[in-house]
């Protein structure tokens, strides 16, 4: 199949008959020799959507293990001994599933990657700081992520930004209180930490970051305190 707006478009076919969609065996797959980033890429918009989308009850990639890495690379475990999650099976096991009972406490790490929406053409992959799981990358103009948090009180906190980028951008931080923008240096593809201040209200909320520049950046996690 090709572009997430290919599968939407196949998957809004079906909805007329009002019953739960299963969507098996589907991957980036309408032409040969698809390189392991455009797959990447492809799984991460594809399961953004389909993880929003509240008609879908099940999907399953295609295909768990295979030899079709020189061509298509959509295995998500190596094909030899010993038997390993390819960079895109760890992309599968560990991205979002914009779990709606998800809500990180104040003074937590929030992984980048486990946001409740996203918004835009969100990808993901292999961290490559000194720790975590997975990245957010190519988080610009047009691109969010929201992130459900709890606050014992009402107050203003400092949200601190794990980022990379190769170039000067910035993004946009909103809370029910109100809207910052966080300017973020060019730091040369190097991991840097920045803080903003936020005001959060008391019990359950929202924060969401928006992408503001035109160059992207790379997210590995917030955490506010």
């Known amino acids: 199949m090709g572009g ?3 599968l939407k478009s196949y998957l809004d076919g079906f909805k007329k008959y009002g019953k739960p969609l299963w969507l098996t065996e589907f991957c980036a797959w309408d032409r040969d020799n ?3 980033v ?6 991460a918009e594809a399961i953004n959507l389909l993880e929003a989308d509240a008609d879908v009850f099940r999907y399953a990639w295609f ?11 959509n295995s998500l475990l190596t094909s030899r ?3 390993e999650l ?27 990657e486990h946001y409740r929406s996203a918004s835009g053409s969100i990808h993901l992959r292999p961290v490559t700081d000194v720790s975590g799981i997975l990245e957010v990358y190519n988080l610009r103009t047009g691109n969010s992520l929201t992130y459900q948090v709890e606050a014992a009180s009402a107050g203003s906190f400092g949200l601190q930004l794990r980022y990379s980028s190769f170039a000067d951008s910035s993004v946009e931080i909103s809370t029910s209180e109100g809207v910052c923008t966080l300017d973020l ?5 190097e991991w840097r930490t920045v803080t903003a201040q936020i005001e959060l209200p008391a019990g359950r909320s929202t924060v969401s970051v928006a992408g503001t ?3 992207g950046v790379c997210l590995n996690w917030l955490l506010i305190d």
């Open 4 to 6: 997430a707006s290919a």
């Open 34 to 36: 698809i390189s392991a």
């Open 38 to 43: 455009s797959q990447m890429e492809y799984m």
């Open 63 to 73: 295909i768990p293990r295979g030899n079709g890495e020189s061509e298509v690379h």
């Open 81 to 83: 001994v010993p038997i």
């Open 86 to 112: 390819t960079d895109l099976g760890a992309v599968f096991v560990n991205m979002s599933t914009q779990d709606a009972s998800l809500y990180y406490e104040t003074g937590t790490v929030i992984p980048a």
């Open 185 to 189: 240096e060019n730091s040369g593809n």
């Open 213 to 215: 520049g035109s160059s």
